[in-house]
């Protein structure tokens, strides 16, 4: 079986790697790459990635698969927009990229790469359907329904950090009371300042919520309430039973996973109550990065 070469993009970094047809990583590279500058063209971008991606094609690579950031239209590599890149606008990605580097290229939403991931290689495999929330920067979802990645009508299903669990709090989405205002390491970290006055880095905040720091074990346990007020939502929706996160917030799992599970409980219907499975990912943060590698190796099949 032949490799792929894999990458998962971001707006500060690119990290791509060779992934055998098992999800070994065999050889990894993470460059810095500043994509986020809002005045970058879509050609810039697009460049970017191939001086990147390029030094890495071996003759035994046979495609290779991206996740990135933004909207996809279905399976197409088209992407859309993206919601911090205002100049892309159906940006025929992959195609591009196929034609500059000379090898098939897929692309694919990253959040959704990451649920694509977890369920070929990580916590979900053997499950029919999994939810995969990564709670980042932002938080991101990603959807597998009866084995085949969810990606809407409009490439936009599974915007689980904007799904509404309260009225305040303003989200850069423009609406009001997002769960990403709540539960993702910025919004942790804005909580913890509110209530202390101190600023502190999200992974710190984890680590002084496990140690018994009340402010930041508040903090940490509002967020796992809102995260488990969204899902009990979505499992309304969708009846599934296997619940997959990932992401640094996933650090303070001994407090954060209680007071998910009590919020889950509570507000799903009484015959759905302690059916759902919600578990921390078994891939850290290599998800999306194989779930890349998964959407080049069925582009090749
Ligand atoms: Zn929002």
């Not at 992934?19 to 971008?45: F, N």
Request: with cysteine; charged share 15%.
């Amino acid at each position: 079986m032949p490799n792929v070469l894999a990458a998962d993009i971001g707006g500060t970094n690119i990290r791509a790697a060779i992934i055998d047809a098992a999800g070994s990583i065999l050889h990894e590279q993470r460059v810095e790459a500043h994509l986020s500058d809002p005045d970058l063209s879509a050609a810039d971008i697009v460049s970017t990635i191939e001086t990147v991606l390029r030094p890495m094609l071996h003759h035994d690579t046979k495609a290779v698969g991206l996740g990135f950031p933004g909207f996809f239209r279905g399976d197409s590599g088209i992407l859309a927009a993206s919601p911090n890149l205002p100049n892309i606008r159906e940006l025929a990605l992959a195609d591009t990229l196929h034609r500059a580097m000379g090898i098939p290229v897929a692309a694919q939403n990253d959040a959704l790469c990451a649920a694509i991931g977890e369920h070929r290689f990580g916590i979900g495999r053997g499950v029919e359907n999994l939810l995969h929330i990564t709670l980042g920067t932002g938080v991101g979802g990603g959807l597998i329904l009866n084995e085949h990645a969810w990606t809407g009508e409009h490439g936009m299903a599974m915007e689980f950090g904007h799904l509404r669990v309260a009225d305040e709090r303003l989200c850069g989405c423009g609406l009001n009371g997002c769960l990403e205002t709540y539960a993702s390491a910025t919004a942790v970290c804005n909580s913890y300042t509110k209530a202390t006055g101190e600023a502190c880095r999200s992974d710190e905040i984890y680590q002084r919520a496990c140690s018994g720091d009340e402010q930041a074990k508040n903090v940490i346990e509002q967020a796992g309430h809102y995260l488990g007020a969204a899902i009990a939502e979505a499992i309304k929706l969708l009846d599934l039973h296997t619940v997959c996160i990932s992401g640094g917030l996933t650090g303070a799992w001994p407090i954060l996973y209680p007071a998910l599970i009590n919020t889950l409980n509570a507000r799903l219907i009484p015959p759905m109550r302690s059916s759902v499975n919600v578990c921390q990912t078994s891939l850290g943060d290599n998800a999306g990065l194989l779930g890349a590698a998964v959407i080049a190796r069925n582009m090749h099949r």
